[in-house]
Structure formats: C-alpha cells, structure tokens
C-alpha cells in the first residue's frame, strides 16, 4: 500500500471574508486559525503550507464573552530593561491598534514553528469595512 503526499503545487488558495462586527474574539480568532492552516481541506498535511487567504473587517468592534472581561483582559510587553514592562487593557488596546489585537489572538492559537509565521503572512486585518483586495472572496459567517 502507498502513502500519497499532498504537494503544495496542487493547492489552490482562496480568499474568505470575515466581519467581526459583534463576533467574540475567541471563537472568531479559531476561525481564522483553521483557515490559515488549511484543517478543513480534504488534503490537509501538519507539515505543508496549504491554508488559505482570509481578510478580516470591522476588527474595531470585536466583543468578548463578557462586559466586566473588557477591563480584566490585559496584554502585557516587555522593553527588556528592569522595570520596563507596559500592560493595557482590552478597552485601550481595542481603541489604538485593533488589528494587533486579533492578529495576536489567532497567532496564539497557531502552532509555534516557521511554519505558522509564514501562514500568518496571509492574515489582512482592518479596523474598518474598507479592503484594498479584489479577487474572488467567500464570505465566513461567524455566529
């Protein structure tokens, strides 16, 4: 019996829309993970890189589970230097930078090797509705 391998020329990618308007951050952000790394293709392989493209819309109204998690969620960074670490909370990093929020969501949630950062590469986030791509895009439905 013969093993056939799945070969990265045979992959076709697509484009997948994702409106995070009202979506909560987890569930959306496993959506994403499953995209990017290909786990719902028939011809899935750990070891290629056959996810696909996705574009992620309205990243500025993305809820969580619940209110009081807005002011308990923190994310942390550090400068390397004593004393050097800066916290914000959900609210204030949703209002700076809302791409970084989803888009350090979905990169927990991928495996920790080259591979993931070279998937990672083909998440667009946008804060608002507006999106520079033109190719032929399936809408995702988030409930």
Known sequence: MITKSNKLKNEDRKW???????????????????LLRGKGKPTYTPNLDSGDNVIVINAAEVELSKESNKEKKMYYRHSGYPGGIKKETFVEAIEKHPQKVIFDAVKGMMPKNKLAKAQLTRLKV?????????????????K
């Open 126 to 142: 946008y804060s608002g509705v507006e999106h520079p791509h033109t190719q032929e895009i399936i809408n995702v439905e988030v």
């Open 16 to 34: 997948y829309l994702i409106d995070a308007k009202g979506a909560t951050l987890g569930r959306i952000s496993t959506i994403i993970a499953d």
